[in-house]
């Protein structure tokens, strides 16, 4: 993201605790998936004695509820080490990335044994965080197949540029969708100041 609205961020998130600093960090992170700008978000609320992951914990019903008003759906993952990530996607677009064109045949190649169905994906990550990070995750989140592979071939080196991702092709592009993102988080700041 930009320095820009890094810094706004921080600032809001500042002034906030408790429930309505996790409340926050939600929704900036997924604001390009509620303004329908990439189909899901990966937050990552650290390590369960955390206050993000307690908070998370003690009141998942309520966040849930307040995700699922913007149309969002949720799954916990735990990765190797004890950190609980939050998957927050829109479901009809997972779908629509999920129905045809490479990304299939992409996870597949993976080891997905029904790439084409969004419950099974989902649910093979569980195993997947279990051994370590699937980076193929990204193709999930709406980032540029040939970047993912990028990223898996490169182990995460010889990139062109780092933004929301690490990029490996089509930098003008990458750009632009940044720029998209950070539009999005803008407007969820805003928002949230009005309703916060």
Same mark, same amino acid.
């Given at each position: 993201?930009?320095?820009?609205?890094?810094?706004?961020?921080?600032?809001?998130?500042?002034?906030?605790?408790?429930?309505?600093?996790? +409340?926050? !960090?939600? =929704?900036?992170?997924?604001?390009?998936?509620?303004?329908?700008?990439? #189909?899901?978000? %990966?937050?990552? @609320?650290?390590?369960?004695?955390?206050?993000?992951?307690?908070?998370?914990?003690?009141?998942?019903?309520?966040?849930?509820?307040?995700?699922?008003?913007?149309?969002?759906?949720?799954?916990?993952?735990?990765?190797?080490?004890?950190?609980?990530?939050?998957?927050i996607y829109q479901p009809h677009r997972l779908f629509d990335i999920?129905?045809?064109?490479?990304?299939?045949?992409?996870?597949?190649?993976?080891?997905?044994?029904?790439?084409?169905? +969004?419950? !099974?994906? =989902?649910?093979?990550?569980?195993?997947?965080?279990?051994?370590?990070? #699937?980076?193929? %995750?990204?193709? @999930?989140?709406?980032?540029?197949?040939k970047d993912v592979t990028g990223f898996i071939l490169n182990n995460?080196?010889?990139?062109?540029?780092?933004?929301?991702?690490?990029?490996?092709?089509?930098?003008?592009?990458?750009?632009?969708?940044?720029?998209?993102?950070?539009?999005?988080?803008?407007?969820?700041?805003?928002?949230?100041?009005?309703?916060?």
């Amino acid at each position: 993201m930009n320095r820009v609205t890094a810094q706004k961020f921080a600032y809001c998130r500042s002034r906030l605790k408790g429930l309505d600093r996790l +409340a926050l !960090s939600l =929704l900036f992170h997924s604001a390009p998936v509620v303004f329908d700008t990439k #189909p899901a978000a %990966l937050v990552n @609320l650290g390590k369960p004695e955390g206050e993000p992951c307690t908070l998370w914990i003690s009141h998942r019903r309520d966040f849930k509820e307040m995700l699922e008003k913007y149309l969002l759906k949720v799954r916990e993952y735990r990765i190797t080490g004890g950190s609980m990530l939050v998957f927050i996607y829109q479901p009809h677009r997972l779908f629509d990335i999920l129905a045809g064109g490479s990304i299939p045949e992409t996870l597949a190649g993976f080891g997905y044994k029904e790439p084409h169905k +969004a419950s !099974s994906v =989902l649910d093979s990550l569980d195993d997947r965080f279990s051994r370590s990070f #699937p980076h193929e %995750l990204g193709l @999930l989140l709406g980032y540029p197949p040939k970047d993912v592979t990028g990223f898996i071939l490169n182990n995460g080196k010889h990139y062109l540029l780092n933004g929301y991702w690490k990029v490996y092709h089509n930098p003008v592009q990458a750009l632009k969708t940044f720029g998209n993102y950070d539009k999005a988080g803008e407007k969820m700041l805003k928002l949230f100041g009005q309703i916060g």
